[in-house]
C-alpha cells in the first residue's frame, strides 16, 4: 500500500453527496472577562492587569 493517494479515486470524488452538517462548538474557551473574574475569585493576580504579555516581555 502506497503512502500517497491515488489521483483518481480522488478526481472522481463526488463532494456532493456528502452531508451538510452544523459545527457546534462543545467545549468554548472561557472569555478573557470570565479568566479575570475567576482569578480575582481566587485572589490571584490577574496578569493582565500587571501589563504582561508573553513571558520575557
Same mark, same amino acid.
Given at each position: 500500500?502506497?503512502? !500517497?493517494?491515488?489521483?483518481?479515486?480522488?478526481? %472522481?470524488?463526488? %463532494?456532493?453527496?456528502?452531508? !451538510?452538517?452544523?459545527?457546534?462548538?462543545?467545549?468554548?474557551?472561557?472569555?478573557?472577562?470570565?479568566?479575570?473574574?475567576?482569578? %480575582?475569585?481566587?485572589?490571584? &493576580? &490577574?496578569?493582565?492587569?500587571?501589563?504582561?504579555?508573553?513571558?520575557?516581555?
Amino acid at each position: 500500500m502506497s503512502d !500517497k493517494p491515488d489521483m483518481a479515486q480522488i478526481e %472522481k470524488f463526488d %463532494k456532493s453527496k456528502l452531508k !451538510k452538517t452544523e459545527t457546534q462548538e462543545k467545549n468554548p474557551l472561557p472569555s478573557k472577562e470570565i479568566l479575570r473574574e475567576q482569578e %480575582k475569585a481566587r485572589g490571584g &493576580v &490577574v496578569w493582565h492587569e500587571l501589563g504582561g504579555g508573553a513571558e520575557g516581555e
